[in-house]
């Protein structure tokens, strides 16, 4: 069975500090994977995705995510973090061919001033 | 352009008791899902549907029914409601051809007490 890994529950950062939020997967093949943010009180909300092709991959809001096969991860990152960055992040998996995705349990971060 | 509308936002239910949590999409989409999101757990699959008529239990589906009669509507039922149901559940759509990248609805805060 598929399982995603987030290890870091919380997270704080400075604003105009960097992020890194780590996201490791358990599976056969490569799945499908994404990122999702959820604001207090907010619906998820569609960061960025991977499919195929270049491993480095763009999102909304500053937002980039590298896949790397050997290591069995899609980390989250940003440069230069703002205050409305402060949300929950959440790692997701979708083997191909299956339309149910795998969450990973989240990484809340928290931006100070 | 609604995308995925789930109602209602908030509700209390007392324990035995019986209630429906609608859920909506205008995008056309074939697949369909229910989640529920308990602190540090991320985001468990309850029912799934692939289309109109067609539906099958995710992860955590005891205590729940659905049905999908048409290609935008797919509410959950509570038959019994207990304490453990107690969560926030979201409504989330996908299309086939899109890989499994899905729609989320804003969600829906139910305590049962």
């Known amino acids: 069975a598929q399982s995603v890994t987030q290890p870091d529950i919380h997270i704080t950062v400075s604003e105009g500090a960097s992020l890194e939020l780590r996201c490791n997967y358990s599976?056969?093949?490569?799945?499908?994977l994404f990122w999702y943010v959820q604001s207090p009180g907010q619906g998820l909300q569609l960061l960025l995705k991977?499919?195929?092709?270049?491993?480095l991959v763009q999102g909304i809001k500053g937002f980039e995510a590298e896949f790397k096969r050997s290591q069995s991860s899609f980390n989250l990152r940003k440069p230069s973090v703002h205050w409305s960055d402060a949300a929950e992040y959440f790692c997701?998996?979708?083997?191909?061919?299956?339309?149910?995705?795998?969450f990973g349990a989240g990484t809340t971060v928290t931006v100070r001033a | 352009n609604a995308g995925v509308t789930q109602t209602p936002k908030f509700r209390i239910l007392k324990i035995g008791q019986s209630m429906t949590l609608q859920c909506t999409q205008d995008?056309?989409?074939?697949?369909m899902y229910w989640y529920r999101q308990d602190p540090g757990m991320g985001l468990k699959l309850i029912y799934y549907?692939?289309?109109?008529?067609?539906?099958d239990k995710g992860e955590v589906p005891n205590g729940y029914n659905v049905s999908r009669s048409t290609t935008e509507d797919f509410p959950l039922r509570l038959e019994l409601a207990a304490p453990s149901q107690t969560s926030v559940y979201f409504c989330?759509?996908?299309?086939?051809?899109?890989?499994?990248?899905?729609?989320f609805g804003q969600g829906t805060r139910l305590t049962v007490v």
């Open positions: 995008m056309n989409h074939n697949y």
């Open positions: 991977y499919f195929s092709g270049d491993t």
């Open positions: 549907s692939v289309g109109a008529g067609i539906t």
């Open positions: 989330a759509s996908s299309y086939s051809g899109g890989g499994p990248e899905a729609f």
């Open positions: 599976y056969g093949a490569t799945p499908y």
């Open positions: 997701a998996v979708g083997p191909p061919g299956d339309y149910k995705l795998s």
